[in-house]
T-cell receptor, first 110, second 114 residues
Framework: RKEVEQDPGPFNVPEGATVAFNCTYSNSASQSFFWYRQDCRKEPKLLMSVYSSGNEDGRFTAQLNRASQYISLLIRDSKLSDSATYLCVALDPSWGKLQFGAGTQVVVTP | DVKVTQSSRYLVKRTGEKVFLECVQDMDHENMFWYRQDPGLGLRLIYFSYDVKMKEKGDIPEGYSVSREKKERFSLILESASTNQTSMYLC?????????????FGDGTRLSIL
């Protein structure tokens, strides 16, 4: 079983719409979570950290549900430039190793 | 701005060859990492290093070795390349105490083993 699982998508989203997707993690001891964004044929870049209380950064909102062991990312008012693969990441607390999900592809269409 | 530079964007090698992938970072980061990324599997950690001349195995170290002779440089070595090592290889660096949010990645090397 993978440590971090994501729906690979693609999620096809009309421009201006809202899209949300989750990822689940298996290690209940994980404390820190992140969303990375990866454009086609480019390197992953940190999008946002995910805090226990949830956090918002502009059009992006991340939520953590510890009871069900999932985190979510919501994108409001989608832009064409939001088209990318979004990687869910959990930090293994035992030795600081990151566990990456395989990514969720989002395609925003005009 | 942190710059992590990988020596090649695309590389084609033959089975059995010894392959070197080089990574250099310019921000004096203590931590350096090598990942491979395959469709449906996400990024998997091959090796990492928390200091010069120090290395630790990640999740999939078999068939690989690494070298960190200088702080800014972390090399990944495929001792005898095999076709199942065809993949995208990503190098990353971070400061010592930064968690998952502090990883800076290079552009990646797409390696094909024929």
């Amino acid at each position: 079983r993978k440590e971090v699982e994501q729906d690979p998508g693609p999620f096809n989203v009309p421009e201006g719409a809202t899209v949300a997707f989750n990822c689940t993690y298996s290690n209940s001891a994980s404390q820190s979570f992140f969303w990375y964004r990866q454009d086609c044929r480019k390197e992953p870049k940190l999008l946002m950290s995910v805090y226990s209380s949830g956090n918002e950064d502009g059009r992006f909102t991340a939520q953590l549900n510890r009871a069900s062991q999932y985190i979510s990312l919501l994108i409001r008012d989608s832009k064409l430039s939001d088209s990318a693969t979004y990687l869910c990441v959990a930090l293994d607390p035992s030795w600081g190793k990151l566990q990456f999900g395989a990514g969720t592809q989002v395609v925003v269409t005009p | 701005d942190v710059k992590v530079t990988q020596s090649s964007r695309y590389l084609v090698k033959r089975t059995g060859e010894k392959v070197f992938l080089e990574c250099v970072q310019d921000m004096d980061h203590e931590n350096m990492f090598w990942y491979r990324q395959d469709p449906g599997l996400g990024l998997r950690l091959i090796y990492f290093s928390y200091d010069v001349k120090m290395k630790e195995k990640g999740d999939i170290p078999e068939g690989y070795s690494v070298s960190r002779e200088k702080k800014e440089r972390f090399s990944l070595i495929l001792e005898s390349a095999s076709t199942n090592q065809t993949s995208m290889y990503l190098c990353a660096s971070s400061l010592r105490d930064r968690g998952g949010g502090g990883r800076h990645f290079g552009d990646g090397t797409r390696l094909s083993i024929l």
